[in-house]
T-cell receptor
């Protein structure tokens, strides 16, 4: 049982480039999330999807877009990467009454 | 708005000492969940515990114990007889209680715990 799988694990981008972080879960969870982790700030919610077909902004959505492709997959897109988006990104999924499961994280550096 | 504060940024102790990590939270909800996660140097998030706001009983799991006090809005985590493998960053987190819909987590800043041999 893989749980939550994120790709890629590492990525270096140049300022202004675009990229998509992929996330897939195999637990049939309704809800999925994207968080970013910056030093000294814990994890902060970027976007979430309460159920297939819905997406909503979290605490720090600026500069990002998301797509809930189907129940399994939730992608995060950076249209024009900026150095301030250098961070570790975590995808997670959950079901009502069940704690969230996290992916392994994607370490993104924007130069 | 919800908020979680972990006032201890870094803690360093010698192996076998007991150590307590503090967590204070703010919420207007009457029902909510509290969590602790461990992040070892490898970077993944390891789930440790989830506690419902209605359950104030302390919990013990091996060398780990948690003290939940609604009166002081605190959910502290104690490691007894610490070991080098306990070295990690520990996060406290809070979510609203939702029967349906997303359970969005609000995290504290984290406490970096170093256990020295």
């Amino acid at each position: 049982n893989a749980g939550v799988t994120q790709t890629p694990k590492f990525q270096v981008l140049k300022t202004g480039q675009s990229m998509t972080l992929q996330c897939a879960q195999d637990m049939n969870h309704n809800s999925m999330y994207w968080y970013r982790q910056d030093p000294g700030m814990g994890l902060r919610l970027i976007y979430y999807s309460a159920s297939e077909g819905t997406t909503d902004k979290g605490e720090v959505p600026n500069g990002y877009n998301v797509s809930r492709l189907n129940k399994r997959e939730f992608s995060l897109r950076l249209e024009s990467a900026a150095p301030s988006q250098t961070s570790v990104y975590f995808c997670a999924s959950s079901e009502a009454g069940v704690r969230a499961f996290f992916g392994q994280g994607t370490r993104l550096t924007v130069v | 708005a919800q908020k979680v504060t972990q006032a201890q940024t870094e803690i360093s102790v010698v192996e076998k000492e007991d150590v307590t990590l503090d967590c204070v939270y703010e919420t207007r909800d009457t029902t909510y969940y509290l969590f602790w996660y461990k992040q070892p140097p490898s970077g993944e998030l390891v789930f440790l515990i989830r506690r419902n706001s209605f359950d104030e009983q302390n919990e013990i799991s091996g060398r780990y114990s948690w003290n939940f006090q609604k009166s002081t809005s605190s959910f502290n985590f104690t490691i007894t007889a610490s070991q080098v493998v306990d070295s990690a960053v520990y996060f406290c987190a809070l979510s609203e209680d939702r029967i349906q819909g997303a359970q969005k987590l609000v995290f504290g800043q984290g406490t970096r715990l170093t256990i020295n041999p």
